[in-house]
């Protein structure tokens, strides 16, 4: 199973809208509505953002959304604040049972 | 609150055998399918295995097929990854996560900081 391709890197200025773009296969992003992304500062716990493509969990600002169209899933966050420079992986379920994460997408606030 | 702390890293020569484990505590343990996934140094994060609740579902990457094993003890809370044949491409810190799947969702939603496991000679 191959990584979902993210962008290595995206950047924007404070108060500005980034998206991020992962890619997979017809067998996982295609197959199934279970597109996950994570916010990873390094050295601590990844934080779950987006579950099944469009939720958000508790606690998640609402400035973070999700959208899927085939094989391709995309993780938009508006109002870009400092606090969201980190790292972003997409994942996905895929049809053997396992998991896929995308290759990582480093967020920069200008 | 729910926590995952996991335990057992640490420096192991290629072709050995590490024992990680992960306690849980703050919510119903025994009913979640649980995940390894882990992050090699300067790499992005990549699913490792996963356990349904009962142990009766489980599943593995290809690159550790065969060389690690996933179980769990529900009475005691905990996750336990058995790492056997070590290779220094397994270098990593390997966290522990709690999956969505009782929810009818496919994701992680709780997460621990994750224990170092260095292979090196």
């Known amino acids: 199973q191959s990584a979902l391709t993210q962008p290595a890197s995206v950047s924007g200025s404070p108060g500005q809208s980034i998206t991020i773009s992962c890619t997979g296969t017809?067998?996982?992003?295609?197959?199934?509505?279970?597109v996950s992304w994570y916010q990873h500062h390094p050295g601590k716990a990844p934080k779950l953002m987006i579950y099944?493509?469009?939720n958000r969990p508790s606690g998640v600002s609402d400035r973070f959304s999700g959208s899927k169209s085939g094989n391709t899933a995309s993780l938009t966050i508006s109002g870009l604040q400092t606090e969201d420079e980190a790292d972003y992986y997409c994942s996905s379920y895929t049809s053997s049972s396992t998991y896929v994460f995308g290759t990582g997408t480093k967020v920069t606030v200008l | 609150e729910v926590q995952l702390v996991e335990s057992g890293g640490g420096l192991v020569k290629p072709g050995g055998s590490l024992r990680l484990s992960c306690a849980a505590s703050?919510?119903?343990?025994?009913?979640?399918?649980m995940n390894w996934v882990r992050q090699a140094p300067g790499m992005g994060l990549e699913w490792v295995s996963s356990i349904s609740s009962g142990s009766g579902y489980i599943y593995y990457a290809d690159s550790v097929k065969g060389r690690f094993t996933i179980s769990r003890d529900n009475a005691k809370n905990s996750l336990y990854l058995q790492m056997n044949s070590l290779r220094a491409e397994d270098t990593a810190v390997y966290h522990c996560?709690?999956?969505?799947?009782?929810?009818?969702?496919?994701?992680?939603?709780?997460w621990g900081q994750g224990t170092l496991v260095t292979v090196s000679s």
């Open positions: 703050g919510f119903s343990f025994s009913t979640h399918t």
């Open positions: 099944d493509v469009t």
């Open positions: 017809s067998s996982d992003i295609g197959a199934f509505n279970f």
């Open positions: 996560a709690r999956d969505l799947r009782t929810s009818g969702s496919y994701a992680s939603d709780y």
